[in-house]
């Protein structure tokens, strides 16, 4: 069946650049999400990118897809400390959506 | 506030006991999907309303769960006989349907019913 899957912890120093990965396993998901999730909170949507795309840019937010390999990156330019959260990955099948188990992002002064 | 709301945040019951959260989308969102998440997890799918009818559901929703959403609006989840298994965050999502002006990709979640079955 489908699977995402991710890192599980990055650490960055504030104002470096973060670099998030993802892989899934099922190519015909039309759609690939990046979620953030702060503490006792609900995921908010940070971008989404089309399965025949390579690059989105959105602000500090560039995401590359590698359809060949099904890997899916999300680079956060500029690191603040209020980017510490946990990033999960998501792909669609149809209106079944997959997640990760989140990347837990530190952000180091 | 116009986002996905969520009743109650907390619950803390008796295995044994029934719970029913609700969830309110946001108001010209017609589809509506429940999932849950346990710690150190992504959430998982455990099903989808489009307005009133549930178009899918998880093998995960055993027999004990059940979802409504009577008029294409709000939508409840009852967990009938909990289980100490069962101690979750339950998180609502919404988002427009086929056929409106903006994408029916893009979910909105709640802040989510913490569950916690003792």
């Known amino acids: 069946g489908e699977d995402v899957e991710q890192s599980l912890f990055l650490s960055v120093r504030e104002g470096d650049s973060s670099v998030i990965n993802c892989t899934y396993t099922d190519s015909s998901s039309t759609y690939l999400y990046w979620y953030k999730q702060e503490p006792g909170a609900g995921l908010q949507l940070l971008t989404y990118?089309?399965?025949?795309?390579d690059m989105k840019q959105d602000q500090r937010l560039t995401v590359l897809l590698n359809k060949k390999d099904k890997h899916l990156s999300l680079r956060i330019a500029d690191t603040q400390t209020g980017d510490s959260a946990i990033y999960f990955c998501?792909?669609?099948?149809?209106?079944?959506?997959?997640f990760g188990p989140g990347t837990r992002l530190s952000v180091l002064p | 506030d116009t986002g996905v709301s969520q009743d109650p945040r907390h619950k803390i019951t008796k295995r044994g006991q029934n719970v029913t959260f609700r969830c309110d989308p946001i108001?010209?969102?017609?589809?509506l999907y429940w999932y849950r998440q346990t710690l150190g997890q992504g959430p998982e799918f455990l099903t989808y309303?489009?307005?009133?009818?549930?178009?899918?559901k998880s093998r995960l929703l055993s027999d004990r769960f059940s979802a409504e959403r009577p008029k294409g609006s709000f939508s409840t989840l009852e967990i009938q006989r909990t289980e100490q298994g069962d101690s979750a965050m339950y998180l609502c999502a919404s988002s427009l349907g086929p056929g409106t002006s903006g994408s029916p990709y893009e979910q909105y979640f709640g802040p989510g019913t913490r569950l916690t079955v003792t």
């Open positions: 990118i089309f399965s025949n795309m």
């Open positions: 998501a792909a669609n099948y149809g209106q079944n959506f997959v």
């Open positions: 309303f489009q307005n009133e009818a549930q178009l899918e």
């Open positions: 108001s010209e969102h017609n589809r």
